[in-house]
Protein backbone atom coordinates (compact mmCIF):
# COMPACT_ATOMS: atom_id res chain seq x y z
CA UNK A 1 0.00 0.00 0.00
CA UNK A 2 1.43 3.56 -0.49
CA UNK A 3 1.12 6.57 0.86
CA UNK A 4 1.30 10.06 0.18
CA UNK A 5 1.56 12.45 2.63
CA UNK A 6 1.33 16.47 1.57
CA UNK A 7 2.31 19.20 3.69
CA UNK A 8 3.50 22.87 3.00
CA UNK A 9 0.55 24.67 2.54
CA UNK A 10 -0.48 27.29 4.67
CA UNK A 11 -1.84 31.45 4.24
CA UNK A 12 0.12 33.33 2.08
CA UNK A 13 -0.47 37.31 0.47
CA UNK A 14 -0.69 38.00 -3.18
CA UNK A 15 2.57 37.49 -5.15
CA UNK A 16 4.19 35.18 -2.35
CA UNK A 17 5.81 32.09 -2.83
CA UNK A 18 5.02 28.49 -1.30
CA UNK A 19 6.48 24.76 -1.54
CA UNK A 20 4.16 21.91 -1.28
CA UNK A 21 5.61 18.22 -0.70
CA UNK A 22 4.51 14.85 -0.84
CA UNK A 23 6.41 12.19 0.70
CA UNK A 24 5.71 8.97 -0.67
CA UNK A 25 6.13 5.53 1.93
CA UNK A 26 7.74 3.69 -0.97
CA UNK A 27 10.01 4.62 -3.79
CA UNK A 28 7.29 4.61 -6.99
CA UNK A 29 8.66 7.45 -9.02
CA UNK A 30 9.88 4.73 -11.33
CA UNK A 31 6.42 3.09 -11.97
CA UNK A 32 3.89 6.24 -11.14
CA UNK A 33 3.52 9.37 -12.81
CA UNK A 34 3.11 12.13 -10.37
CA UNK A 35 1.01 14.45 -10.47
CA UNK A 36 -0.62 17.86 -8.38
CA UNK A 37 -3.89 18.89 -8.02
CA UNK A 38 -6.38 21.21 -6.73
CA UNK A 39 -9.55 21.36 -5.86
CA UNK A 40 -11.74 25.21 -4.94
CA UNK A 41 -14.88 25.36 -3.07
CA UNK A 42 -17.43 24.34 -5.41
CA UNK A 43 -15.34 23.40 -8.22
CA UNK A 44 -13.90 19.96 -9.75
CA UNK A 45 -10.62 18.94 -9.16
CA UNK A 46 -8.45 20.10 -12.04
CA UNK A 47 -4.43 18.99 -12.69
CA UNK A 48 -1.97 21.71 -11.86
CA UNK A 49 1.32 20.11 -12.77
CA UNK A 50 2.30 16.28 -13.66
CA UNK A 51 5.43 14.57 -13.92
CA UNK A 52 6.15 11.46 -16.00
CA UNK A 53 8.23 8.66 -14.86
CA UNK A 54 10.16 9.76 -17.66
CA UNK A 55 10.57 13.43 -16.34
CA UNK A 56 8.30 14.97 -18.90
CA UNK A 57 6.50 18.29 -17.33
CA UNK A 58 2.74 19.20 -18.28
CA UNK A 59 1.15 22.12 -16.17
CA UNK A 60 -2.33 23.71 -16.96
CA UNK A 61 -2.21 27.18 -18.35
CA UNK A 62 -3.24 28.97 -15.79
CA UNK A 63 0.13 28.45 -13.39
CA UNK A 64 2.68 27.80 -16.09
CA UNK A 65 5.24 30.13 -15.53
CA UNK A 66 4.91 30.45 -12.43
CA UNK A 67 4.71 26.72 -10.79
CA UNK A 68 7.34 23.99 -10.91
CA UNK A 69 6.77 20.41 -10.51
CA UNK A 70 9.91 18.25 -8.86
CA UNK A 71 10.86 15.70 -7.26
CA UNK A 72 13.87 14.03 -5.18
CA UNK A 73 14.22 10.05 -5.93
CA UNK A 74 16.55 9.60 -2.62
CA UNK A 75 13.65 11.31 -0.36
CA UNK A 76 10.36 9.63 -2.11
CA UNK A 77 9.26 13.37 -2.21
CA UNK A 78 7.42 15.07 -4.81
CA UNK A 79 7.69 18.95 -4.75
CA UNK A 80 5.75 21.74 -6.13
CA UNK A 81 7.47 25.18 -6.24
CA UNK A 82 4.26 27.97 -6.62
CA UNK A 83 5.59 31.50 -7.07
CA UNK A 84 3.40 34.59 -7.75
CA UNK A 85 0.37 33.12 -5.99
CA UNK A 86 -3.39 34.76 -7.27
CA UNK A 87 -5.98 34.39 -4.97
CA UNK A 88 -7.61 32.27 -7.53
CA UNK A 89 -4.68 29.53 -6.73
CA UNK A 90 -6.98 29.34 -3.49
CA UNK A 91 -7.71 25.69 -3.24
CA UNK A 92 -6.54 22.28 -1.54
CA UNK A 93 -3.78 20.56 -2.75
CA UNK A 94 -3.96 16.83 -3.58
CA UNK A 95 -0.47 14.75 -4.48
CA UNK A 96 -1.21 12.25 -7.43
CA UNK A 97 0.53 9.07 -7.73
CA UNK A 98 -0.91 7.21 -11.12
CA UNK A 99 0.59 3.67 -11.51
CA UNK A 100 1.73 3.08 -15.08
CA UNK A 101 2.47 -0.42 -15.11
CA UNK A 102 -0.31 -3.14 -14.43
CA UNK A 103 -3.01 -3.39 -12.89
CA UNK A 104 -2.84 0.85 -13.18
CA UNK A 105 -4.43 2.71 -10.19
CA UNK A 106 -4.27 5.82 -8.36
CA UNK A 107 -3.33 6.82 -4.88
CA UNK A 108 -3.88 10.10 -3.19
CA UNK A 109 -2.82 12.14 -0.51
CA UNK A 110 -4.83 13.63 2.36
CA UNK A 111 -4.39 17.04 0.87
CA UNK A 112 -3.46 20.86 1.96
CA UNK A 113 -4.81 23.70 1.85
CA UNK A 114 -3.40 26.98 0.18
CA UNK A 115 -4.70 30.11 0.99
CA UNK A 116 -4.06 32.80 -0.89
CA UNK A 117 -5.11 36.66 0.85
CA UNK A 118 -5.53 39.53 -1.10
Known amino acids: QVQLVESGGGLVQVGGTLRLSCAASVSIFSVADMGWYRQAPGKQRELVARLTTGGTTNYADSVKGRFTISRDNAKNTLYLQMNSLKPEDTAVYYC????????????WGQGTQVTVSS
Open 96 to 107: NAHVVLFPRRDY
